[in-house]
């Protein structure tokens, strides 16, 4: 009862009702945004860390409304999960990462080059999921297994056996399945190797503050061996630092993410990065 009262009173103060007026603003817009053509893509490049050449790139999602203006995913992808929306914007972002793919090795980007993609727990409970997928595979002519989906460990913990059998799906396809944020959630070991994962990346916490602290050096160490052991790539995100890449690739790590080499880039930009890296 006592909690309950809390909650009214914050309920009822002038703070929680300008919040809850900035959430309908929000979501009011993110209705929009799709049909208003609001939502476009950045490009982060991911390298090999022991050659240093751009192996592949992760799409990231970007929102500029003429209310709100510059809207970061932090701010509004779980708003997006929880109206729903993160079904068409979600799709919306598979087709577009996939058709802008194909448009760079037109463009003379490398053949090989890998796409990641962030995939939301809606998503991955979507039984239209593998369908609407093959249909852009299709449609785009985008190879599959230079298509990585990110996921997150509470993604597949929440419903394991579902989680598997959808992974078990896309893995069908021929796709890749990365788990991102990794040693920030829960999944069991046991999990892991039953998964038909091919990937694991680091989280960034552990890689920012693995130089000055011997806990995050642990971890990341822990993950790699980890990972090595079954047989999975590892890759580091948040890499802001050339000791820290350096540090990294001595521990073994296959690739490198983060400010580092490349703030995530608009299409344009990201070529022409691409490009200057081949000379
Ligand atoms: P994430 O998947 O973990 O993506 C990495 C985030 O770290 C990106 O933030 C990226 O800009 C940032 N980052 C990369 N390198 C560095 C670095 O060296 N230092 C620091 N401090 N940050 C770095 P961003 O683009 O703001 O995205 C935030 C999160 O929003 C993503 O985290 C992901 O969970 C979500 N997200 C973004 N795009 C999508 C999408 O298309 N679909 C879904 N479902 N989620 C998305
Ligand atoms: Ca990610
Ligand atoms: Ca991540
Ligand atoms: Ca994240």
């Not at 929680?16 to 490009?43: H, K, P, Y």
């Not at 510059?70 to 509004?76: I, S």
């Not at 989680?163 to 999944?187: C, E, M, P, R």
Request: hydrophobic content about 45%; charged content about 20%.
């Amino acid at each position: 009862a006592k909690a309950a009262g809390r909650d009214m009173a914050r309920f009822f103060s002038p703070e929680t009702d300008e919040r809850v007026l900035a959430r309908q603003t929000m979501e009011g817009q993110l209705r929009q945004a799709l049909a208003n053509n609001e939502f476009s893509l950045s490009f982060q490049p991911r390298l090999n860390a022991r050659t240093r050449r751009v192996q592949g790139a992760e799409a990231l999602l970007r929102w500029s409304n003429p209310v709100l203006g510059q809207v970061p995913p932090a701010h509004f992808i779980h708003l997006a999960e929880e109206t729903g929306l993160i079904k068409p914007i979600g799709l919306w972002v598979l087709q577009q990462a996939c058709a802008q793919w194909m448009l760079f090795q037109k463009q003379g980007l490398p053949e090989g080059l890998e796409l990641s993609v962030n995939l939301s727990v809606a998503q991955l409970s979507d039984p239209e999921l593998v369908e609407q997928l093959q249909d852009i595979l299709r449609a785009t002519g985008m190879p599959p297994h230079l298509l990585e989906l990110e996921l997150t460990e509470s993604h597949l913990m929440d419903n394991p056996a579902g989680a598997q059998a959808q992974v078990t799906a896309l893995k069908g396809l021929g796709l890749q399945i990365a788990i991102d944020d990794f040693g920030t959630g829960y999944s069991s070991l046991a999990y892991l190797k039953r998964f038909e994962i091919d990937k694991l990346k680091v989280d960034q916490s552990f890689v920012q503050g693995m130089l000055d602290d011997t806990a995050d050096a642990a971890i990341v160490h822990a993950v790699i061996a980890l990972g090595h052991t079954l047989g999975l790539k590892v890759v580091a995100e948040g890499v802001e630092n050339l000791p820290t890449a350096q540090t990294l690739a001595a521990l073994g790590c296959d690739e490198l993410q983060g400010f580092c080499f490349s703030r995530p880039l608009p299409a344009e930009q990201f070529q022409e990065w691409v490009l200057a890296q081949d000379d």
